[in-house]
């Protein structure tokens, strides 16, 4: 069945550790997001993309990175340079320009001690 | 760039109304987005306003007007499981049209 698949649901790493975070979709959408969201805080835009093999940088960029090369995947790696990385990360997904809505994936919440 | 406000909490019973406010200001707008989160869950869309008005879906219904930067969610015949954080969204004019800002939710408790 169609949908976004987000794994895991919670993942646990040590401090200094890379970790990257999945996102898979079958619902043939163009475009792709990543979201971080804070306890008290709005969803705020990480890294998004359009298209296969090209993204930008969104609100929040610094200490983050993606890649882009297949349509249906647009995995987010979290780097020892990123501050507080202790967040649930949303990755969400639309048709393209004309279309409305973005529709989400369930979430895995980053633990890092 | 863009602010969006809206309320950090309301409470209110079940089977009641509650209106949930969001102002916006903006360099560029290209319609507002309403969605519903439930704790640890992915955001759902609920509505979405682009012109001035009113849109009714059922239970829900979002108003916008874009000359005051305001639109609110009305919830009718509110039901516990209603209790959920709203989440205001403003998509701006930029990252090919389709880039969105969230405000930080308004959290929603429905009570008996």
């Known amino acids: 069945d169609g949908g976004i698949t987000q794994s895991p649901k919670y993942l646990f790493r040590k401090e200094g550790q890379n970790v990257t975070l999945s996102c898979e979709q079958n619902l043939n959408h163009d475009a792709m997001y990543w979201y971080r969201q804070d306890p008290g805080q709005g969803l705020r835009l990480i890294y998004y993309?359009?298209?296969?093999?090209?993204?930008q940088k969104g609100d929040i960029a610094e200490g983050y990175s993606v890649s882009r090369e297949k349509k249906e995947s647009f995995p987010l790696t979290v780097t020892s340079a990123q501050k507080n990385p202790t967040a649930f990360y949303l990755c969400a997904t639309s048709p393209g320009r004309a279309e409305y809505e973005q529709y989400f994936g369930p979430g895995t919440r980053l633990t890092v001690t | 760039g863009q602010n969006i406000d809206q309320p950090t909490e309301m409470t209110a019973t079940e089977g009641a109304i509650v209106q949930i406010n969001c102002t916006y200001q903006t360099s560029g707008f290209n319609g507002l987005f309403w969605y519903q989160q439930h704790a640890g869950e992915a955001p759902t869309f609920l509505s979405y306003n682009v012109l001035d008005g009113l849109e009714e879906k059922g239970r829900f219904s979002s108003f916008l007007s874009r000359s005051k930067g305001y639109s609110y969610l009305l919830l009718k015949e509110l039901q516990m499981k209603d209790s959920a954080s709203y989440l205001c969204?403003?998509?701006?004019?930029?990252?090919?049209?389709?880039?969105?800002?969230f405000g930080t939710g308004t959290q929603l408790k429905v009570e008996l």
């Open positions: 969204a403003v998509r701006g004019l930029t990252g090919g049209g389709n880039k969105l800002t």
């Open positions: 993309s359009q298209i296969v093999n090209d993204f």
